[in-house]
């Protein structure tokens, strides 16, 4: 039989640089209570010059193993949209730096879905036979991509790193028992432009025309990716629920992706969910794209608001577009001894 995925350690790390919403009004036309009331946030972590997406992906990588009680893993999957270089990928970086030696390691890029696809990844080589311990990482030093003249997005992203250890045991066939069940995946190129940093890659070298002004940074249509959010990740919450023979009742929490508050309140609305069961993270950390999820997770456990046996569906939806969802029944884990926000 085929062995289940389960998570047996997590880790996070955030940069110590923290920027309140007032502190962005002093340099932007914003205001604290234009962000709080339309997403959720007060605060994020954002990186100084000099840190990297790999430093914050070896620290959390690092606790993640600290707290898996192992030194080892031999798969390494980095979902990031901000990589270290835009060649090499980054994830083998964090093998090299984290001691794990020659074993595969390469990065996924979904932009803010980009955990659940590093996820369902490493769940495939797992249940594939093809690895027995993997780390997968979300990591982004996402505000090194923001236009800093530009309020829509300033406001809303920050930077961050959180991760996984991802064990095989043998199947049991207690369905209560911790693991990851089932995905349901989904994209659709055509939204392409909806989120995207149209320049710096080949169409842009291979074209003929000058690059627009800004064309490096990133740029989002807000209205439009949010009603794509809500639809896309409440519908694909519903299949994976669907697959593992889950009623909505059933679920204890659904950790969606932490883009804005708003976003998670109308899925759970959707859903038919209480509210209180989307666990909330962004408030202090912004919109951290593909550590987002773990981040959230890592946070979870710390409050003591994960804990084992609990009936968990993770949802996101990001650039490409893509979106993607997870059931997960959460593990009996050691403490997280590691803050997951500022004091
Ligand atoms: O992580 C990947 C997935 N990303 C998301 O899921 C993000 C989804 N989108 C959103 O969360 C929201 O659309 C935003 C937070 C980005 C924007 O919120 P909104 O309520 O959709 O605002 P809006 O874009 O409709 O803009 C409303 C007004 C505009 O002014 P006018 O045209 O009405 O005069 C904006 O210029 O708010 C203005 N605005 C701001 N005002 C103060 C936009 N950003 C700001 C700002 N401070 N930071």
């Known amino acids: 039989m085929a062995p289940t995925p389960v998570i047996t350690g997590i880790g996070a790390s955030l940069p110590p640089r923290v920027v309140t919403n007032d502190d962005l009004a002093r340099q932007l036309d914003t205001t604290d209570e234009w962000i709080r009331t339309r997403t959720g946030i007060s605060r994020r972590h954002v990186v100084q010059p000099g840190t990297t997406t790999s430093d914050l992906a070896v620290e959390a990588g690092a606790r993640a193993l600290k707290n898996a009680g192992t030194s080892d893993a031999d798969l390494v999957v980095l979902a990031t949209t901000t990589p270290d270089r835009p060649c090499p990928a980054t994830a083998p970086t964090v093998a090299a730096r984290l001691g794990l030696g020659t074993v595969p390691a390469f990065d996924v890029a979904a932009v803010c879905s980009g955990f659940v696809y590093a996820l369902y990844t490493a769940t495939a080589a797992l249940v594939a036979g093809q690895a027995r311990t993997a780390l997968v990482v979300g990591a982004e030093s996402f505000t090194t991509l923001l236009n800093p003249r530009d309020r829509t997005t300033a406001a809303i992203f920050g930077d961050g790193a959180g991760a996984v250890v991802l064990s095989a045991r043998p199947d049991a066939a207690d369905p209560k028992q911790a693991g990851i069940l089932h995905f349901d995946l989904g994209s659709d190129g055509t939204l392409a432009d909806l989120i995207t940093v149209p320049g710096g890659g080949a169409e842009q070298r291979t074209s003929a025309r000058e690059p627009e002004p800004d064309a490096q940074y990133f740029q989002m249509d807000g209205r439009a990716v949010f009603s794509a ?25 659904l950790v969606g992706h932490q883009a804005n508050v708003r976003i998670l ?52 939806f990001g650039g490409g577009a893509t979106w993607g969802s997870a059931t997960l029944v959460w593990p009996d884990l050691p403490p997280v001894e590691n803050p997951t926000t500022a004091p």
């Open 229 to 253: 959010a809500v639809r896309r990740m409440s519908d694909s919450t519903r299949a994976a629920l669907g697959a593992s023979g889950w009623s909505v009742e059933q679920v204890d929490w």
């Open 265 to 316: 309140t109308a899925v759970a609305e959707q859903l038919d969910l209480p509210p209180e069961k989307a666990l909330i993270h962004l408030d202090r950390v912004g919109n951290t794209s593909a550590a987002s999820i773990p981040l959230a997770l890592a946070d979870g456990c710390l409050r003591g608001r994960l804990k084992a046996g609990d009936r968990v569906v993770l949802t996101a």
